[in-house]
């Protein structure tokens, strides 16, 4: 079982629709990152989160350290948030989910 | 927030080829730069961890005289991929963390294709 569990692995959505991107860890932790990774390649860091909730613009990432669980929500999805999204868990290094592909079509 | 550049974005070369990739806190001093290997729809794989003036730490599995990491400056730590090979075409991800709180800054990662 990997320690860092991300779903949906593959998610599509109408334009407008609201997100959410689940991540799952059984380790301890300091911080958890939402990544973003467009297709080029490029990573873009969204969150670093330790406790509670972060807003930036459309995008929402909330953690509940006692249940090991985040969430990344984006409202009025839009084609350009079409890209990969990753969890990554800071323990005395960075362990990364495989990703979630989100497509949002027009 | 602060900037990590990653230099070149992508680079073609010929088999036996040695590349060299380099990977640049532009307005931080980063005591610690990590290198991440990513196969297509794999997630990112720790190759090494290098801190400034010491020799990196790899990751197990991780050819060391393969991948040469040095760490000269707060600001510049560069991967050199030696006798490249087909099998080395990846895509090379470089963040720095300046040590507080464990905070990464990532690259936007170098794409590689070995002929």
Known sequence: KNEVEQSPQNLTAQEGEFITINCSYSVGISALHWLQQHPGGGIVSLFMLSSGKKKHGRLI???NIQEKHSSLH?????PRD?????CAVNTDKLIFGTGTRLQVFP | GAVVSQHPSWVICKSGTSVKIECRSLDFQATTMFWYRQFPKQSLMLMATSNEGSKA?????????KFLINHAS?????LTVTSAHPE????Y??????????IQYF???TRLSVL
Do not use: M, W
């Not at chain 1, 984006?74 to 839009?78: G, W, Y």
């Not at chain 1, 079409?82 to 990753?86: C, K, L, R």
């Not at chain 2, 707060?74 to 560069?78: H, K």
């Open chain 1, 61 to 63: 990432a909330t953690i």
């Open chain 1, 74 to 78: 984006i409202t009025a999805s839009h």
């Open chain 1, 82 to 86: 079409s890209a990969v999204y990753i």
């Open chain 2, 57 to 65: 730490t790899y990751e197990q599995g991780v050819e060391k005289d």
């Open chain 2, 74 to 78: 707060l600001t510049l730590s560069t």
């Open chain 2, 88 to 91: 080395d075409s990846s895509f």
């Open chain 2, 93 to 102: 991800i470089c963040s720095a963390s300046a040590g507080r709180r464990n």
């Open chain 2, 107 to 109: 690259g936007a990662g």
